[in-house]
C-alpha cells in the first residue's frame, strides 16, 4: 500500500508523496540504494531529504526530481534540498 491508499497517515497526500519502493522503481534504483540515500548525512551530496511517517519513509514526488536533476547537475546542495523538505513538511501539516 502506498502513500495516498488506505487508511495510514499519509492516505490524505495523494501522490504528492511515494514510498522508498516506488522511489527506487521510478530511478531504477535497488530499495536498499533510496535507503541508504535517506541514510546519509544531510551534508552529503547524494542525501534525500524524506519524511518518515510512523516507521515508514516518503519522499515527496518534487523533492525525487529536484534531488535527480542536482544529482546529474552535480550540484545538490543541502540548503536547498534542505529548504525544499521545511516548505513540503510545513505543507503536509495543514488541516
Known amino acids: 500500500?502506498?502513500?495516498?491508499?488506505?487508511?495510514g497517515p499519509g492516505a490524505n497526500l495523494g501522490k504528492r508523496l511515494l514510498t522508498v519502493e516506488e522511489v527506487a522503481k521510478e530511478l531504477g534504483l535497488k530499495k536498499s540504494k533510496v535507503y541508504q540515500f535517506c541514510r546519509s548525512l544531510?551534508?552529503?551530496p547524494l542525501f534525500m531529504p524524506h519524511i518518515r511517517l510512523?516507521?515508514?519513509i516518503y519522499v515527496p514526488?518534487?523533492?525525487?526530481d529536484l534531488w535527480v536533476k542536482k544529482a546529474?547537475?552535480?550540484t545538490l546542495s543541502m540548503e536547498?534540498?534542505?529548504d525544499l523538505m521545511e516548505a513540503r513538511e510545513k505543507r503536509a501539516k495543514r488541516p
Open 72 to 74: 546529474v547537475e552535480g
Open 61 to 64: 514526488k518534487e523533492v525525487v
Open 42 to 44: 544531510p551534508n552529503h
Open 1 to 7: 500500500m502506498s502513500a495516498g491508499e488506505g487508511k
Open 80 to 82: 536547498e534540498s534542505g
Open 54 to 56: 510512523g516507521q515508514r
